[in-house]
């Protein structure tokens, strides 16, 4: 079984940085795709970034330039660089990744909160 844990979230004024990290664990796994959605209160959960196991990465239009999604297979872990943060990016971030197995995995999810 594989288990996530977000990290990185908190309060940041608009214009700051944040950089969230998503750690895997488990036995025998590897990570096709790793993505990062969020939530924002009220809202449906949204696709934000991709990168997969070759290194491509795509983004939601409204991040491109400010979100960079990177990953670390030796440590089977995730990152989301995130620059010029917006009030409107304020949200739950959630970790998700595919395994080789097509095992859909969810993290916890880890609050970013962006101040005017």
């Known amino acids: 079984q594989v288990q996530l844990v977000e990290s990185g979230g908190g309060l940041v004024q608009a214009g700051g940085s944040l950089r969230l990290s998503c750690a895997a664990s488990?036995?025998?796994?590897?990570?096709?795709?790793m993505n990062w959605y969020r939530q924002a209160p009220g809202n449906e959960r949204e696709w934000v970034a991709t990168?997969?196991?070759?290194?491509?990465?795509n983004y939601k239009d409204s991040v491109k330039g400010r979100f960079t999604i990177s990953r670390d297979n030796a440590k089977n872990t995730g990152y989301l660089q995130m620059n010029s943060l917006k009030p409107e990016d304020t949200g739950v971030y959630y970790c998700r990744v595919v395994t080789d197995r097509y095992l859909e995995v969810w993290g916890q999810g880890t609050l970013v909160t962006v101040s005017s």
């Open positions: 990168i997969t196991n070759g290194l491509s990465t």
């Open positions: 488990g036995s025998r796994f590897f990570i096709r795709t």
